[in-house]
């Protein structure tokens, strides 16, 4: 991972999106192949720092925190996006009334359990692929200093 000072604040975040853009949309492939998608968390947050190293010029801790406060939300997103066309196959309804249909679903505690359950493993399995990220970060820069 190239580490600079001085990085494309503008491109960066752009590549960041694109990457989480791609994580997003394999949460919701894997989600709908009947499998937790928090694998996808992992995608998302290599694809987003990668993508800001690519378009901005490098990483750098702030560039870093930038990527895991937008995988954070993210995940939030993307789980909502993946239940959301569940709801959508499941129920014939269009994209628009399945994404209202879901606070009712909510009220019913199995799909509410099983909706937070889905989502604390995603954001647990980005975590797996956060910290780690972060720890190497700040390692690369003690070595540098």
Wanted: include cysteine; charged fraction near 10%; hydrophobic fraction near 50%.
């Amino acid at each position: 991972m190239e580490r600079t000072g001085r990085v494309n604040w503008i491109t960066g975040i752009v590549g960041a999106l694109v990457g989480v853009v791609i994580g997003v949309a394999a949460w919701v492939g894997i989600y709908q192949l009947g499998y937790i998608a928090g694998i996808a968390g992992f995608i998302m947050m290599i694809c987003s720092v990668k993508g800001f190293e690519l378009l901005g010029g490098g990483i750098n801790i702030p560039a870093m925190i930038l990527c895991v406060v937008i995988d954070i939300a993210a995940v939030y997103f993307a789980h909502k996006l993946a239940v959301t066309v569940s709801i959508m196959q499941e129920l014939n309804y269009s994209f628009g009334q399945s994404y209202k249909y879901i606070p009712f679903l909510m009220e019913y505690s199995e799909f509410s359990a099983a909706y937070y359950k889905d989502l604390a493993m995603g954001y647990g399995l980005t975590a797996v692929a956060i910290v780690p990220t972060i720890i190497n970060m700040f390692k690369g820069k003690k070595r540098e200093q």
